[in-house]
């Protein structure tokens, strides 16, 4: 077998592991999908191929814009960069035959959450690659003499609306298959009461 074909079965593989029935029975979230999503002060390099004077590195503003020359404004956060490259290419037919462009995000810097509550160390943390709730909490010294291991809450912002969800640290330490420890994404606030 091929390396390329092991590997998409690889991931193919881990990707339907990564969401099981209990994930989906219980209601919490099964892990993100692989791509990577732009978010608010990410830095992303825009090059487009043989043009210089469009080719730059822009920062994602805090409304989810960039800003392009001939472009002017463009939505960016919530895309993937393949997303972002496709809505550039139609952009940039307009002003140039069979335009070639990359965007490459060079600094993650959107991927932020909070842990605040019975912790000894409550803040909001800059993370740099995927972390579960178990991470974070760790980042944030554990848990003081008084807190509710069995009662925390992720409060995570889901459109226009606020979704609670229940986390039993008891559980997921003891192994016993009632509480998933699951990746957070950007903006969670984890509440230890």
């Not at 099981?20 to 608010?40: E, H």
């Not at 139609?90 to 810097?109: D, Q």
């Not at 019975?118 to 803040?123: A, E, G, T, Y």
Request: glycine letters at 8%; charged letters at 25%; a neutral charge.
């Amino acid at each position: 077998m091929s390396p390329i074909p092991f590997v998409l079965a690889l991931f193919v593989a881990s990707a339907a592991a990564s969401t099981t029935p209990a994930t989906k029975r219980r209601g919490v979230p099964a892990l993100d999908d692989p791509g990577y999503r732009i978010g608010p002060e990410d830095v992303l390099q825009v090059s487009v191929w043989n043009n210089e004077p469009m080719s730059r590195t822009a920062p994602v503003r805090p409304d989810g814009k960039i800003s392009l020359p001939l472009l002017n404004d463009v939505e960016a956060a919530g895309l993937t960069p393949m997303e972002l490259r496709e809505r550039l290419l139609g952009r940039l037919a307009e002003y140039m035959p069979h335009p070639e462009v990359s965007v490459v995000v060079t600094e993650v810097r959107s991927f932020k959450v909070a842990v605040i509550g019975q912790v000894p160390k409550p803040d909001r943390f800059e993370l740099r690659s995927a972390a579960t709730v178990m991470d974070v909490l760790a980042m944030a010294g554990g848990f003081t003499e008084f807190a509710a291991r069995s009662r925390i809450v992720v409060i995570r912002a889901n459109g226009d609306k606020t979704e609670r969800i229940p986390f039993d640290y008891d559980k997921v330490r003891s192994g016993d298959g009632g509480q998933d420890n699951f990746r957070l994404r950007p903006g969670d606030i984890v509440v230890v009461p």
